[in-house]
């Protein structure tokens, strides 16, 4: 009983011996490296919300929240619902193209594929994540857009279809890796309690795995669309700069983003309303994507699996 005592007190003397200042510094190092982005999520928000109290004191509300949308005319309004509808639109044309296409093919590099198809796959599937949006912004509009324009001839040059398919191309490998990821998390056990059952691999993927990755899933959809609200290059490019409020997807419309680089490319002087204008939709636009976050971190919440 002595040597082991002996022997545990030598233990922590050697623990004790081996501690010096590098380990009493480095915990303060990494909780400041760890506060970097809660640092730059406050500046962020203070600065928006200062400068839009500017343009808050100048307009009501009421008329923020309306469809009249004339920033540069003899009587500016600052309507906001033009931006928000178009934004809206061009991310749920983004979700119809990306849902599907990336949940199936999620299912297939998880469940149906063999490795040596899955290596060759995912990495030129996710090359598509590499690409820079105003590549794709130029692609929509030369090349989808007159492509869309043989098949609906009232479609407009400008108009927000196919930016928003574009969109959807885009974040189709953020919904098909982190769905996958869900579905690789599923574990065997599972999979073959449902085949020794005499399930086919269709109904173990879309009865056992789909469920029980769900959380995970729902999360990708809903990351998915804030990085498809979020998107300033392609619907720039493609959608034009009209701010109509309307609901025809053939035709222009301008987006909260899109606004945002019209007017910073020096149409709005600094200190005036429609510069300030800048910072309310920029507001709008962080309070959009914040709540987006929120929800993906409660469904992955409430829906999580533990196995």
Do not use: W
């Amino acid at each position: 009983m002595e040597n082991k005592i002996d022997v545990r007190n030598q233990i922590r003397n050697n623990i004790g011996k081996r501690k010096n200042n590098v380990d009493k510094i480095m915990p303060r190092f990494f909780l400041i490296m760890a506060s970097v982005s809660v640092i730059t999520t406050i500046g962020i928000v203070v600065t928006l919300i200062t400068d839009a109290y500017h343009f808050f004191k100048e307009v009501s509300i009421f008329d923020f929240f309306s469809t009249k949308l004339s920033p540069l005319s003899a009587n500016p309004s600052f309507g906001i619902l033009p931006l928000i509808n178009g934004t809206i639109l061009s991310s749920l044309i983004a979700m119809l193209v990306a849902i599907p296409i990336g949940l199936t093919s999620a299912m297939y590099l998880s469940e149906f594929s063999s490795k040596r198809t899955r290596n060759f796959i995912k990495p030129i599937l996710e090359v598509l994540a590499g690409i820079p949006t105003i590549v794709y912004g130029f692609f929509a509009y030369s090349f989808v857009t007159p492509l869309l324009m043989k098949l609906i001839p009232s479609l407009e040059a400008k108009n927000v279809l196919s930016p928003g398919i574009v969109m959807g191309i885009m974040i189709i490998p953020m919904v098909a890796s982190l769905s996958e990821d869900a579905m690789k998390s599923v574990p065997n056990a599972l999979r073959e309690g449902a085949y020794g059952l005499g399930s086919t691999k269709l109904e173990v993927t879309t009865k056992v795995v789909l469920p029980a990755a769900i959380s995970g899933i729902m999360a990708s959809f809903v990351l998915a669309i804030s990085r498809a609200i979020g998107e300033t290059m392609i619907v720039a490019i493609a959608s034009g700069s009209s701010k109509n409020f309307t609901f025809d997807i053939t035709h222009s419309m301008q987006t909260m983003t899109g606004y945002i680089v019209e007017f910073t490319s020096g149409d709005a002087g600094s200190g005036t309303t429609g510069y300030y204008s800048l910072y309310a939709v920029g507001l709008l636009l962080f309070i959009f994507t914040f709540i987006m976050n929120i929800i993906a971190q409660y469904i992955s919440k409430k829906f999580r699996e533990e196995y």
